[in-house]
């Protein structure tokens, strides 16, 4: 059993034996990885179609969603503005009225003393004198 090329070919022969097995086995995995790149390639090839049109709709409607904030601020601060009028008003039409109020209990009084002063008749000075002495006594 001392013959190298008896070991020489049996060594070749378990070479080939071995890389025939390691091809049997790695041709499964070879046509799986060439499965894959297809599907990848298709997937690729969709993105690039579909991509562009979804990014170009979500831009816009970014764009869209900014204007509308834009005017729906611009209208909260013109309502602001709105009540802070009706405010105003509502103060100064509470002073009027009050002013009017305060005129009208001066008016009314006025009235009422005139009318007691031209109803009444006027009592002489002697009458005058007279309650005044007799209440002191």
Known sequence: MS?????LGLSILLVAVSLTALLVAAIPALQEVASAAR???KL???LSRELPPTLEAIRLTGLEITDLTDDVSDGIK??????????????????????VQSGTRSVFVGVKAAWKTLTNPKPSRRTIE?????RRQ
């Open 44 to 46: 690729f090839d969709t």
């Open 78 to 99: 013109s309502a602001s503005g709105v009540a802070q009028q009706v405010d105003q008003s509502l103060n100064s039409a509470k002073k009027q009225a009050q002013n």
């Open 3 to 7: 013959e190298p090329l008896f070991w």
């Open 130 to 134: 007279h309650q005044t002495y007799s």
């Open 39 to 41: 599907s990848a390639e």
